[in-house]
């Protein structure tokens, strides 16, 4: 019966043409950890980082599977990037609690980036990371998180990219 209300998050192979990998990276100072995906040229590096934010969909956020954007990964593998995907709280095998709604879009976007921040810090003692040549980039919920990460001044962040990015909620009265 407890197999039977467990989440359901299938296994996805690796594709290993974009030298793709799965970690479950911590969050500084936190117990919670993100599903995410990491893909890197040939060669040890160190590389530019380019971080791909996911937009929100439908559905149970525990069943949902982990965002795979091989097309953009490969764009920028070509070029010499380094990409990473992390996955929110609450999402697929992420752990934590999903916060998807609510009428602080403000406050959801900030809490998103600190998270992304998180991800960065968790990952730069990697040799193959270049902290000085970061690219955030999203669609949707993950433009406004990339917008987030930005007003953060994070430092080596070089460029936003925001892609119809935003939230809405018909739920608030002036969710515009």
Sequence with gaps: AAL???PTVFAQAL?????????????????VTLE???Y??????PFP???????????EPKEQERFRPATAARYF?????????PMRQGLS???????GRGCDVERNARN????????????????????????????????LTSLAVGAASSPGLRGIVNFAGGTRNPECPVWQ
Excluded: F
């Design 4 to 6: 039977a209300c467990a």
């Design 15 to 31: 594709n290993t043409a974009l030298n793709e990998t799965v970690e479950m990276v911590a969050l500084p100072g936190t117990s």
């Design 36 to 38: 995410t995906t990491i």
């Design 40 to 45: 890197k040229p040939d060669g040890a590096g």
């Design 49 to 59: 980082v380019v971080v791909i934010n996911h937009a929100r969909h439908a559905g």
């Design 77 to 85: 593998l070509q070029r010499g990037y380094a990409v990473v995907v």
């Design 93 to 99: 095998r992420s752990s934590g609690w999903y916060v």
């Design 112 to 143: 998103q980036a600190e998270d992304v921040l998180g991800v960065l810090a968790a990952l730069s003692s990697n040799a193959w990371m270049d902290k000085s040549r970061i690219l955030t980039v999203g669609h949707s919920h993950g433009g």
